[in-house]
């Protein structure tokens, strides 16, 4: 049965790695749902985050495969109840549509959204949340004239990580 797993990779920074960790992906016809890259909190340590939704016994050979690669210090997979996660979206709104129903106050009050900006001609809301909370947020917004919409990918962190954290302080 397909589940959803977070696959955290940590690495050295190398020009190309992306590439070859996503083609294991792709040679196993398993598509990414998302992906983000960035710093660790170690000095020179990248960290990817890349959520799939698969069965475990593929994400295990997954992990075992990227973990093969030369620049990566360990991988490892984690179920959600395993990890922290949230997402952050950006949603560009006509501010004519918008100043017509008290909009502002209802994102802020119904949706914990915020406000980043607000010109003449649009507006620009944040949300931060997990997935079905950002694409709530997004079909509240479609009347009013959604101008533009980017949403990043998983950012998370692992619950039981004492281990893994000792491990890449050491690398």
Same mark, same amino acid.
């Given at each position: 049965?397909?589940?959803?797993?977070?696959?955290?990779?940590?690495?050295?920074?190398?020009?190309?790695?992306?590439?070859?960790?996503?083609?294991?992906?792709?040679?196993?016809?398993?598509?990414?749902?998302?992906?983000?890259?960035?710093?660790?909190?170690?000095?020179?340590?990248?960290?990817?985050?890349?959520?799939?939704?698969?069965?475990?016994?593929?994400?295990?050979?997954?992990?075992?495969?990227?973990?093969?690669?030369?620049?990566?210090?360990?991988?490892?997979?984690?179920?959600?109840?395993?990890?922290?996660?949230? +997402?952050?979206?950006?949603?560009?709104?006509?501010?004519?549509?918008?100043?017509? &129903?008290? !909009?502002? $106050? %209802?994102? @802020?009050?119904?949706?914990?959204?915020?406000?980043?900006?607000?010109?003449?001609?649009?507006?620009?809301?944040?949300?931060?949340?997990?997935?079905?909370?950002?694409?709530?947020?997004?079909?509240?917004?479609?009347?009013?004239?959604?101008? +533009?919409?980017?949403?990043?990918?998983?950012?998370?962190?692992?619950?039981?990580? &004492?281990? !893994?954290? $000792? %491990?890449? @302080?050491?690398?």
């Amino acid at each position: 049965m397909d589940q959803v797993f977070t696959i955290s990779i940590f690495t050295e920074n190398s020009i190309g790695l992306l590439n070859r960790i996503t083609t294991i992906f792709t040679k196993r016809h398993l598509s990414i749902e998302s992906l983000n890259t960035s710093e660790s909190e170690v000095h020179g340590v990248y960290r990817f985050t890349i959520v799939v939704k698969t069965d475990e016994e593929l994400v295990q050979k997954i992990v075992k495969q990227i973990e093969k690669q030369v620049e990566v210090i360990q991988a490892v997979y984690h179920i959600d109840e395993e990890t922290v996660f949230q +997402e952050i979206a950006l949603y560009k709104v006509s501010t004519e549509k918008a100043s017509e &129903n008290n !909009l502002v $106050e %209802r994102l @802020i009050r119904d949706n914990n959204a915020r406000i980043l900006s607000m010109e003449q001609d649009f507006m620009i809301v944040e949300k931060t949340g997990h997935k079905e909370e950002t694409e709530e947020l997004l079909d509240f917004l479609r009347p009013y004239g959604i101008l +533009e919409f980017v949403r990043s990918g998983r950012v998370s962190v692992i619950k039981p990580s &004492n281990e !893994l954290h $000792e %491990r890449i @302080i050491n690398f």
